[in-house]
T-cell receptor, first 114, second 115 residues
Framework: QKEVEQNSGPLSVPEGAIASLNCTYSDRGSQSFFWYRQYSGKSPELIMSIYSNGDKEDGRFTAQLNKASQYVSLLIRDSQPSDSATYLC??????????????FGQGTILTVHP | GAGVSQSPSNKVTEKGKDVELRCDPI?????LYWYRQSLGQGLEFLIYFQGNSAPDKSGLPSDRFSAERTGGSVSTLTIQRTQQEDSAVYLCASSVVIGGRSPLHFGNGTRLTVT
């Protein structure tokens, strides 16, 4: 089982719809979770971080975390064609000598069509 | 500089040659990471530096790969006797670890092509 699992997609949604991206993880000790957006040919950029159970909203983005179910998701409201990118879920491994090291999922390709 | 800087942005090399990739992290960021991303794949962790020491080298694929960091700043990733499977985008990231929360800030990467 991979440490971080994402549906690779592609996920296609119409402009204005809600895009829902999901991620499950295996390490129950993980404390910090991140969503990165990566445009084709570009490096990943951080868009959301979440550390405690529940929802965290930032503009059109909402991150949801459920540690009991080992599940983290990203909702994008009012999706725009400019949101079309690969979305990477990442978690920070707990403890050990790699404090701050992130493990990434394979990424979900999102396409928002006009 | 304002962000993580990597050089070169592109590197084409012949199989068997050695290459050096450079990363200049954000000023004041003590943690530095190297990741590799192959075409259509996620990010694969290579090595992590805290200051000049590397507590975690577990992701280096073979002994052909090595990295160092000097002055708590610039890092160099060296690949000896390159192979075609080394072709990938090599990403460097830095962070400030504060209370266990340490988002990574990535550079634009070096695209390595081994012919």
């Amino acid at each position: 089982q991979k440490e971080v699992e994402q549906n690779s997609g592609p996920l296609s949604v119409p402009e204005g719809a809600i895009a829902s991206l999901n991620c499950t993880y295996s390490d129950r000790g993980s404390q910090s979770f991140f969503w990165y957006r990566q445009y084709s040919g570009k490096s990943p950029e951080l868009i959301m971080s979440i550390y405690s159970n529940g929802d965290k909203e930032d503009g059109r983005f909402t991150a949801q975390l459920n540690k009991a179910s080992q599940y983290v998701s990203l909702l994008i409201r009012d999706s725009q064609p400019s949101d079309s990118a690969t979305y990477l879920c990442a978690l920070e491994n707990a403890g050990g000598t790699s404090y701050g090291k992130l493990t990434f999922g394979q990424g979900t390709i999102l396409t928002v069509h006009p | 500089g304002a962000g993580v800087s990597q050089s070169p942005s592109n590197k084409v090399t012949e199989k068997g040659k050695d290459v050096e990739l450079r990363c200049d992290p954000i000023s004041g960021h003590t943690a530095l990471y190297w990741y590799r991303q192959s075409l259509g794949q996620g990010l694969e962790f290579l090595i992590y530096f805290q200051g000049n020491s590397a507590p975690d080298k577990s992701g280096l694929p073979s002994d052909r790969f090595s990295a160092e960091r000097t002055g708590g700043s610039v890092s160099t990733l060296t690949i000896q006797r390159t192979q075609q499977e080394d072709s990938a985008v090599y990403l460097c990231a830095s962070s400030v670890v504060i209370g266990g929360r340490s988002p990574l800030h990535f550079g634009n990467g070096t695209r390595l092509t081994v012919t």
